[in-house]
């Protein structure tokens, strides 16, 4: 089975340009999350898709951030613009609607120069 | 949420036991302690996860004393694979795949050959 995979790998972006980090959850899994850990800092949880919902954007830094998961499949996050503080690995988690764990992905890290 | 404080770093050697102690003073009646693994350049893997007493699985095993203010999780006869980040996390439930969940520094394992 495929686990939870997110696209790009890098990006390499100038301060002030959009950068859009795509998700792809393991099949099935109706939560879906972004994290991210900034340089130095830890993991950081920034919010929370309950399919195509939002059940919980506390976490989300500000409105430069925009993050869609329409349909209820794979989601994107969008920084626009993207500001020096922004750099750092951007994690997307999901879980099924039962259980204990919480699936990552690889991450996307983000320089933004 | 009941804050936990990890060692920074830890060596051993392969073949090794290795206990990695987290302490969470604060944890409430209704929190369990989970345990993810980090490898460079990968997202966190869930371990663990235990309420009192002892848990163990095909990777670790995890120790909770009665007054539950601390636990320690055991990696028995440790590889170099096993080089990794660990965090210990205190949550509200079993459905901690469900909620965001919060990461601290962690613990840095370094398995020497």
């Known amino acids: 089975e495929a686990g939870v995979t997110q696209f790009p790998s890098h990006s390499v972006i100038e301060k002030g340009q959009t950068v859009t980090l795509r998700c792809d959850p393991i099949s099935g899994h109706d939560n879906l999350y972004w994290y991210r850990r900034v340089m130095g800092k830890e993991i950081k949880f920034l919010l929370h898709?309950?399919?195509?919902?939002?059940?919980?954007e506390s976490g989300m830094p500000n409105n430069r951030f925009l993050a869609e998961r329409t349909g209820g499949t794979y989601s994107t996050l969008k920084v626009q613009p993207a500001e020096l503080e922004d750099s750092g690995v951007y994690f997307c988690?999901?879980?099924?609607?039962?259980?204990?764990?919480?699936?990552f992905g690889p991450g996307t890290r983000l320089t933004v120069l | 949420l009941a804050k936990t404080t990890q060692p920074i770093s830890m060596d051993s050697y392969e073949g090794q036991e290795v206990n990695i102690t987290c302490s969470h003073n604060?944890?409430?009646?209704?929190?369990?302690i989970t345990w993810y693994q980090q490898f460079p350049s990968q997202g966190p893997r869930f371990i663990i996860q235990?309420?009192?007493t002892k848990v163990t699985n095909e990777v670790a095993s995890l120790f909770i004393p009665a007054d539950r203010k601390s636990s320690t999780l055991s990696l028995p006869r440790v590889s170099l694979s096993d080089t990794a980040v660990y965090y210990c996390?205190?949550?509200?439930?079993?459905?901690?795949?469900?909620?965001?969940?919060?990461f601290g520094s962690g613990t840095r394992l370094q398995v020497q050959p």
């Open positions: 988690a999901s879980s099924p609607p039962e259980g204990n764990e919480q699936f």
């Open positions: 604060n944890i409430a009646t209704n929190d369990y």
């Open positions: 996390l205190v949550g509200r439930g079993t459905d901690t795949g469900r909620r965001a969940l919060t």
């Open positions: 898709f309950v399919k195509e919902s939002k059940q919980d």
């Open positions: 235990g309420y009192k």
